[in-house]
């Protein structure tokens, strides 16, 4: 089995992982209601996705 000849160190093991991080995630605007929502998802406020009905939501009484 391989193994590493010798130690990495922990500034050069830091160093390769700086490219690792979190993205904020990409919202846009419903074109149904207008409400923020997360892109390629369905629409939490109105159930529209691409201008269809995806999911029936209840009338607000």
Known sequence: M???KSKISKTRRDK???HYKATEP???ACSN???IKL???VCP???YY???????KA???
């Open 2 to 4: 391989a193994h590493p």
């Open 16 to 18: 390769r992982r700086t």
């Open 26 to 28: 990409s919202l846009s």
């Open 33 to 35: 209601c207008g409400a």
């Open 39 to 41: 892109m390629h998802r």
């Open 45 to 47: 406020e109105c159930g």
């Open 50 to 56: 691409r201008g269809q009905v995806a999911i029936e």
């Open 59 to 61: 009338a607000a009484v």
